[in-house]
């Protein structure tokens, strides 16, 4: 993906995204997230395992908790997921990361087109 893409533009995008989807700022999930679209931005070989490990570091937090705060987005935002992403199947953690990547990158090379 794109390796000009700066974290602000990034942090903005997602801000919006999230802001649509009515995800609450406090939910833990929401940074986690936030990190992982930036993380899946910088490096797209990335594995979903491999993009918690960093969250974890970065967040001093543990592996399964990250896991966990992404799932609950998840499970609390399918309907609006599938929506937002105009999908018909379950969106699970590493689906979400890589759509709200995908749009993030959208959005930013429209922008700046």
Request: aromatic share 14%; glycine share 2%; net charge positive.
């Amino acid at each position: 993906m794109e390796n000009m893409i700066k974290k602000e533009q990034v942090d903005k995008v997602v801000a919006d995204i999230f802001k649509t989807l009515e995800i609450p700022k406090n939910w833990k999930g929401y940074k986690y997230l936030k990190t992982a679209t930036f993380l899946l931005l910088e490096n797209e070989d990335y594995f979903v395992g491999d993009i918690y490990k960093i969250i974890s570091k970065l967040h001093k937090t543990t592996y399964s908790k990250t896991e966990k705060a992404i799932r609950y987005i998840c499970e609390q935002k399918q309907n609006e997921l599938k929506k937002y992403f105009e999908v018909n199947y379950k969106i699970y953690n590493s689906k979400l990361i890589t759509l709200t990547a995908e749009k993030v990158q959208e959005s930013v090379l429209w922008r700046t087109a």
